[in-house]
């Protein structure tokens, strides 16, 4: 991710380095989502009847992509101060789980669903921020982006997760950390969901 990080930095040398990074966070978030949806809805096991179970050679690859991603933008985002201690907290959580769980060598089916129901989003936030700076946000393309960023968080991120937090918690085989990591991701996310909801009270508002 790094070297891609410097090849969009090298193509891009009239932007920001923000706007490098956020490429490679929408190339991470487009191919993670893909990835994570596969193995949770197609490839298996299904994360609400199997949380605990050994992981397969597919999931981590998609976990050791992923944590390689959190790893370069935790460092982007404390070198250049752009994020909230939510934020950070959000990037240290993640990494955190995910080398448990590849190091446990099981629970890899829960965690990648949390991926997919988190990561769905991202490239609709990304494309939110590319639209505001290419002074296209206000039209009735970012009005489409803002919708389905907010629906698919709302239904995924808060409604799924919460599926899936229920399914670890009550499940015998996740480890107790896990499973504490696990709700604390979830209570990160509703703190999202609090700030999402007061942009969407404010966008109805200004209406």
Not at 65 to 70: A, I, K, R, S
Not at 96 to 106: A, E, P, S, Y
Not at 110 to 132: D, G
Not at 185 to 198: K, P, R, T
Request: aromatic content about 14%; proline content about 3%; glycine content about 8%.
């Amino acid at each position: 991710w790094l070297s891609l990080y410097a090849c969009f930095c090298y193509w891009n040398k009239r932007r920001s380095y923000e706007w490098s990074c956020r490429l490679v966070t929408l190339v991470h978030g487009v191919i993670v989502t893909c990835l994570s949806g596969y193995v949770a809805l197609l490839d298996g096991p299904w994360p609400l009847t199997h949380a605990g179970s050994p992981n397969t050679s597919l999931q981590i690859h998609v976990l050791s992509l992923t944590l390689g991603y959190f790893i370069f933008d935790l460092g982007w985002c404390l070198y250049f101060q752009t994020e909230g201690d939510l934020m950070l907290f959000h990037h240290m959580l993640s990494i955190c789980g995910m080398i448990m769980v590849l190091g446990l060598g099981k629970s890899a089916t829960e965690v990648n669903a949390v991926v997919f129901v988190s990561e769905i989003t991202n490239p609709l936030l990304q494309t939110r921020w590319f639209l505001r700076e290419m002074g296209c946000y206000h039209t009735f393309l970012g009005e489409v982006v803002d919708f389905f960023f907010v629906f698919l968080f709302l239904v995924l991120r808060i409604g799924g997760g919460a599926l899936i937090m229920c399914a670890m918690v009550t499940s015998p085989d996740p480890s107790w950390l896990l499973k504490a990591g696990g709700l604390a991701m979830y209570i990160v996310s509703l703190g999202f969901m609090v700030e999402i909801c007061h942009f969407a009270r404010r966008k109805m508002l200004k209406k």
